[in-house]
C-alpha cells in the first residue's frame, strides 16, 4: 500500500468514494473470510496486518475488520461509533473513504490531530465528533464526569458497527476492541492486536432478556453520557434513540469474551455492593476469575503447576514493588480464588517468580523497520522504566525475527511453570489459565489504585480503557497459536508464551533516552 498523500483531502476523496456494493463485492487471492466466521479452535483474537511481514491466517488488514475489501461478504453499514484515543482524521478518511457514505458517524477521541479534515468531514456528511478529556472540568463539554480527573485521558479503542447482510437481510452488529491508535504509523508499523465479534438483533421472545456482556457494554457507554437521539437503524427504528438504547437492541448471549472496562472515578472494590455488576480495572480480572471457579467444579491447579503472570504492554507508569504486588493478586488465579489463610504471602514469593513484564530493549527498538522514530510509539520514561526493582522482571519483546515495535498490549497466566532463561524451552503443550487483550498499559491510571473515600475503600482509575477476557476451562484450554494440544482456543501472540529474560546487556528503552549508535534507517536519538 502506497504511503497516504500529505495533499489528500475531503474534495480528493470524493471521486474516490467506493460504494458498499463495489467494495464488498470485489475478490482477490490474498482476501480472506470474514472476521466473524472463524475456525472453532480459534479465538476470536486477530493481528493486524502490517507492512514488512508475512501474513498468516491470524491476521486481518483494518478495512477487512470493517467488512470491506472481502472476497464473500455482503453488507451495508447503517451507522458507526469510532472510540479512540488518536486519530488521524486525514489517514482515516483516505484508508476508508466509505465513511463519507455512512448515514450516521459518531466519533469519541482523546486528542487531537489533523482538525482540519475532521471540519471538512463534518462539513460532507452527518458525523457527531466528541472530544473527551477527564482532566477538564466536570460536567463540561469535554468531560462528562461528576468530577475533574488530572491527567486523565480517553485511552479505549474500539469500533462498533450496525449492519445490514444483503444475502439474509440480516441486521447485526460487529464489534471490534483493539489496541491501535488510528493512525498510519499504528495500523500498518505497529504490531497490533483486535477482538471481532458480530451479534445479531433480538428476537421477539428475547427482547426483555439481557446479558452480563450487554449490561457491562452498556454500562461502559453511558460514561460517556452520550444521550444525543439518532436514527442508529433505519430498517428497525422507527424513531430516534439514544447509543445505550440502540446497543440493548442486540442479543449479546453469544459472547465469547469478557469486558475488562476502566473509566475515571471511584470505583467499588467488591462484588457485595452490587454482586452482577462488573469491577473495573485490576479488580475486574480477580473478579472474573472468582466467577469462573464458581461456575466450574475443578478446583484451582496446585500452587506447583500454576506458572507466572506475563504482562505485555507499550507504557509504563511511575510504579512501585507493593503495586504490582497488588496487580499480582488481582491476577494470580491462586490468589483471586483461595481464602486467604491459604494464599502465599507476597514476601514467600519473589516477586520475579510470579511476574514477568515483556517491554522491548533499546537494542529492539533500535533494530526495528522504523528504528528509534517508532519508540516514540512506545512512550516509557527514563525515569520510570529505569527503577532497580524491575529489572529482575523484565523480558524481552520478542525473539531476533521480528523487527516490528509492539504497540499491542496482552495479559495472561501461565497454567505451569518452567524457566524463560532460553526461548528453546517454550514447550508445544503450554497453556494459559486466562488471556486478556487491551488498551490498558501497565500503570495506575489505567489499572487502578486503591485509595480511602469518606465511602470506604475505593479503586481510583485516570483514563477509559477497554479489554477482553477470555478464561479457561476443563472443556476448553487457552493455548498460543501453533500448539497441538486438542479443545484448545488459539492465541496469536507475537512473542514466545514463555518470554525470555533480559540479557546482561539489555537496556529497557527509554523514551527520552540519548542513543548515539545509529538505528535501521541511519538516525541516532540526541534526547
Known amino acids: 500500500m502506497e504511503p497516504v498523500p500529505s495533499d489528500t483531502g475531503i474534495d480528493s476523496l470524493s471521486h474516490r468514494k467506493r460504494s458498499a456494493t463495489e467494495s464488498l463485492s470485489s475478490s482477490s487471492d490474498e482476501k480472506r473470510n470474514k472476521p466473524n ?3 472453532p479452535s480459534q479465538a476470536p483474537i486477530y493481528l493486524f496486518t ?33 472510540c479512540n484515543y488518536m486519530i488521524d482524521f486525514e489517514f482515516l478518511l483516505h484508508e476508508i473513504p466509505e465513511l463519507l457514505t455512512i448515514p450516521q458517524v459518531t466519533v469519541f477521541y482523546g486528542h487531537e490531530t489533523n482538525p482540519e479534515y475532521l471540519m471538512q468531514w463534518k462539513q460532507a456528511t452527518s458525523v457527531d465528533v466528541r472530544l473527551l478529556r477527564p482532566s477538564d472540568p466536570p460536567r463540561s463539554l469535554h468531560n462528562p464526569l461528576p468530577l475533574r480527573i488530572p491527567y ?3 485511552h479505549s479503542k474500539i469500533i462498533l458497527f450496525g449492519y445490514r447482510e444483503e444475502t439474509t437481510q440480516q441486521e447485526k452488529l460487529r464489534l471490534i476492541i483493539h489496541t491501535a491508535n488510528l493512525l498510519e504509523r499504528d495500523i500498518y508499523r505497529k504490531i497490533q492486536g483486535a477482538c471481532i465479534q458480530d451479534f445479531p438483533l ?4 428475547r427482547l426483555s432478556s439481557s446479558s452480563d456482556f450487554e449490561h457491562d457494554l452498556v454500562a461502559y457507554f453511558e460514561t460517556y453520557d452520550y444521550i444525543r437521539p439518532r436514527i442508529w437503524s433505519p430498517s428497525t427504528q422507527t424513531s430516534p434513540c439514544s447509543l445505550t438504547q440502540w446497543l440493548r437492541q442486540y442479543d449479546f448471549s453469544s ?8 473509566t475515571p472515578g471511584y470505583h467499588r472494590v467488591s462484588d457485595s455492593e452490587h454482586p452482577n455488576r462488573a469491577l473495573q480495572g485490576h479488580l475486574r480480572i480477580q ?5 469462573r471457579w464458581t461456575r466450574n467444579t475443578k478446583h484451582p491447579s496446585p500452587a506447583n503447576s500454576v506458572g507466572p503472570v506475563v504482562c505485555q504492554f507499550s507504557s509504563m507508569g511511575s510504579l512501585t514493588e507493593k503495586y504490582l504486588n497488588e496487580l499480582y493478586q488481582s491476577m494470580d488465579v491462586l490468589s483471586a480464588t483461595r481464602p486467604k489463610h491459604e494464599r502465599p504471602s507476597p514476601s514467600q514469593v519473589s ?12 537494542e529492539q527498538i533500535r533494530t526495528s523497520y522504523e528504528g528509534y522514530a517508532g519508540g516514540g510509539s512506545v512512550p516509557g520514561p527514563y525515569r520510570n522504566v529505569s527503577k532497580a526493582f524491575l529489572r529482575p522482571l523484565y523480558h524481552r519483546w520478542s525473539d531476533e525475527g521480528r523487527k516490528h515495535v509492539g504497540h499491542i498490549k496482552t495479559y495472561y497466566q501461565l497454567s505451569n511453570g518452567g524457566s524463560t532463561d532460553d526461548a528453546n524451552d517454550n514447550s508445544a503443550d503450554d497453556t494459559m489459565e486466562w488471556f486478556v487483550l487491551t488498551s490498558h ?3 495506575k491510571a489505567a489499572w487502578g489504585e486503591g485509595q480511602m473515600r469518606s465511602a470506604g475503600r475505593r479503586l481510583f482509575i485516570r483514563h477509559w480503557e477497554l479489554g477482553v477476557w477470555l478464561g479457561s476451562s476443563d472443556e476448553t484450554k487457552l493455548a498460543p497459536y501453533g500448539t497441538t494440544i486438542p479443545q484448545a482456543w488459539k492465541i496469536p501472540l507475537p512473542y514466545p508464551v514463555r518470554p525470555v529474560r533480559y540479557r546482561v546487556n539489555d537496556q529497557p528503552w527509554a523514551v527520552d533516552g540519548v542513543y548515539d549508535i545509529p538505528d535501521a534507517l541511519g538516525c541516532v536519538q540526541l534526547g
Open 202 to 205: 433480538k428476537t421477539t421472545e
Open 152 to 154: 486523565g485521558v480517553h
Open 50 to 82: 502490517t507492512r514488512d511481514r508475512e501474513r498468516t491466517p491470524n491476521d486481518r488488514s483494518f478495512r477487512e475488520m470493517l467488512g470491506y475489501d472481502m472476497a464473500t461478504a455482503s453488507l451495508t453499514i447503517h451507522s458507526m461509533i469510532l
Open 37 to 39: 466466521h472463524h475456525h
Open 255 to 262: 459472547a465469547t469474551v469478557a469486558l475488562v472496562p476502566s
Open 287 to 291: 473478579q472474573l476469575l472468582r466467577q
Open 351 to 362: 516477586l520475579a517468580q510470579k511476574l514477568q513484564l515483556v517491554y522491548p530493549t533499546v
Open 441 to 443: 498499559n501497565l500503570s
